[in-house]
């Protein structure tokens, strides 16, 4: 048996968008144990964890040693995915190493980190493409997989790259929040005749499952994930397809896109990460933060440009994956049928979008 087989995992981000189905699917058949790092143990997403199975609670912050190393005690594994809109770039590369380092130190078998990709890089370190909450990720990535060929004897690990989730697509709050115009669904960014690598929340949990279910190929590893890269004039079209309701991408400008009433846009002059300070130098504001995400979503079209995705391999690691923007609708329509919380078409109504992202339920509050 492999030494990277693990059995209790410490989890960072459990309380995310990202984290919830994570967890879901690693305690779903008894199989992993997941002690989960919260701010707060008395809020909805933490008490929703509390009543699985197989979960447990921490509560504290990342950004104190002896709380970590109350987390990774009695853990051999880990799955750390700190939230870069909370910390802002600079504190989330320090306390990424910290997070490794205090792995390393407390005897974890191995550890998966939560990732972006590092699209500066990636474009040739291209300003109009820096993107901080990306690049903070990515370049931590690859210092973890180099650490990794000298420590790899004590802990393996694994990079777990996804993107934009495709619920952001419906919900409030993002980047690519809908608008209902004149009775047509509308999605008014700056895209251009790019495409975006949305990715699955319900994927997610498979993945990681499958990181941790397979330790030595998934060793020294970056995983980088997408139902596919979705273009949007694809992804209204498919929205009519099942729904049968009027739906449409409109190109804007960044001028138009700023300028506009959508929640990112009204706070462009603040920090990107909420616990970050605007007089530090290092810090982005929102407004250049995203400017440079929708850059290179636009620059990334058909899986030729800045972002680029191995769909082959991906169909490999999960032969059911989501592929399509129509496959993922369609199962949304189903799944908020069956729930209770309406069809696609009600839930997009200004009066009924609600939030995916931890930020925005929270209110960008909270402490680092």
């Given at each position: 048996?492999s030494?990277?087989?693990?059995?209790?995992?410490?989890?960072i981000?459990?309380?995310?968008?990202?984290?919830?189905?994570?967890?879901?699917?690693?305690?779903?058949?008894?199989?992993?144990?997941?002690?989960?790092?919260?701010?707060?143990?008395?809020?909805?997403?933490?008490?929703?964890?509390?009543?699985?199975?197989?979960?447990?609670l921490?509560?504290?912050?990342?950004?104190?040693?002896?709380?970590?190393?109350?987390?990774y005690?009695?853990?051999?594994?880990?799955?750390?995915?700190?939230?870069?809109?909370?910390?802002?770039?600079?504190?989330?590369?320090y306390?990424?190493?910290?997070a490794?380092?205090?792995?390393?130190?407390?005897?974890?078998?191995?550890?998966?980190?939560?990732?972006?990709?590092?699209?500066?890089?990636?474009?040739?370190?291209?300003?109009?493409?820096?993107?901080?909450?990306?690049?903070?990720?990515?370049?931590?990535?690859?210092?973890?997989?180099?650490?990794?060929?000298?420590?790899?004897?004590?802990?393996?690990?694994?990079?777990?790259?996804t993107?934009?989730?495709?619920?952001?697509?419906?919900?409030?709050?993002?980047?690519?929040?809908?608008?209902?115009?004149?009775?047509?669904?509308?999605?008014?960014?700056?895209?251009?005749?790019?495409s975006?690598?949305?990715?699955?929340?319900?994927?997610?949990?498979?993945?990681?499952?499958?990181?941790?279910?397979?330790?030595?190929?998934?060793?020294?590893?970056?995983?980088?994930?997408?139902?596919?890269?979705?273009?949007?004039?694809?992804?209204?079209?498919?929205?009519?397809?099942?729904?049968?309701?009027?739906?449409?991408?409109?190109?804007?400008?960044?001028?138009?896109?700023?300028?506009?009433?959508?929640?990112?846009?009204?706070?462009?002059?603040?920090?990107?990460?909420?616990?970050?300070?605007?007089?530090?130098?290092?810090?982005?504001?929102?407004?250049?933060?995203?400017?440079?995400?929708?850059?290179?979503?636009?620059?990334?079209?058909?899986?030729?440009?800045?972002?680029?995705?191995?769909?082959?391999?991906?169909?490999?690691?999960?032969?059911?994956?989501?592929k399509?923007?129509?496959?993922?609708?369609?199962?949304?329509?189903?799944?908020?049928?069956?729930?209770?919380?309406g069809?696609?078409?009600?839930?997009?109504?200004?009066?009924?979008?609600?939030?995916?992202?931890?930020?925005?339920?929270?209110?960008?509050?909270?402490?680092?």
């Amino acid at each position: 048996m492999s030494s990277y087989k693990t059995s209790k995992i410490f989890v960072i981000g459990g309380t995310g968008a990202q984290g919830l189905p994570v967890i879901r699917g690693l305690v779903s058949d008894g199989k992993y144990h997941c002690k989960v790092l919260t701010r707060d143990a008395n809020s909805y997403r933490a008490k929703q964890l509390a009543e699985l199975p197989n979960v447990s609670l921490l509560e504290g912050t990342l950004a104190d040693e002896e709380i970590l190393r109350a987390g990774y005690s009695g853990c051999d594994g880990a799955f750390v995915n700190i939230d870069g809109f909370n910390t802002g770039e600079k504190a989330e590369i320090y306390w990424t190493i910290r997070a490794y380092e205090l792995a390393l130190e407390c005897g974890i078998k191995f550890f998966v980190h939560g990732n972006l990709d590092f699209v500066y890089k990636k474009s040739g370190y291209d300003p109009k493409f820096r993107t901080g909450h990306y690049d903070g990720k990515g370049r931590m990535a690859e210092w973890i997989l180099q650490q990794t060929k000298d420590n790899g004897h004590k802990m393996g690990a694994a990079i777990f790259t996804t993107g934009p989730y495709i619920e952001m697509s419906i919900a409030v709050g993002t980047p690519m929040t809908p608008r209902v115009e004149d009775g047509v669904v509308t999605w008014r960014v700056p895209l251009g005749q790019g495409s975006v690598v949305h990715v699955s929340l319900e994927d997610c949990a498979g993945y990681v499952r499958w990181l941790f279910d397979n330790p030595e190929r998934a060793n020294g590893m970056d995983l980088e994930v997408a139902i596919d890269h979705i273009d949007y004039s694809d992804l209204a079209k498919a929205f009519e397809k099942v729904t049968g309701h009027p739906a449409r991408y409109i190109d804007t400008s960044l001028d138009e896109y700023w300028a506009s009433d959508l929640s990112i846009a009204k706070i462009g002059d603040t920090p990107a990460g909420y616990n970050a300070d605007l007089n530090d130098k290092s810090t982005m504001t929102v407004r250049q933060n995203f400017t440079g995400f929708w850059n290179l979503w636009k620059y990334s079209g058909q899986n030729k440009g800045v972002v680029r995705r191995d769909y082959a391999l991906l169909d490999e690691i999960l032969p059911h994956r989501i592929k399509s923007a129509e496959e993922w609708l369609r199962k949304e329509e189903e799944r908020g049928r069956k729930e209770g919380l309406g069809g696609l078409w009600d839930r997009v109504q200004p009066a009924n979008l609600r939030p995916i992202l931890k930020i925005a339920e929270d209110g960008r509050s909270g402490k680092l």
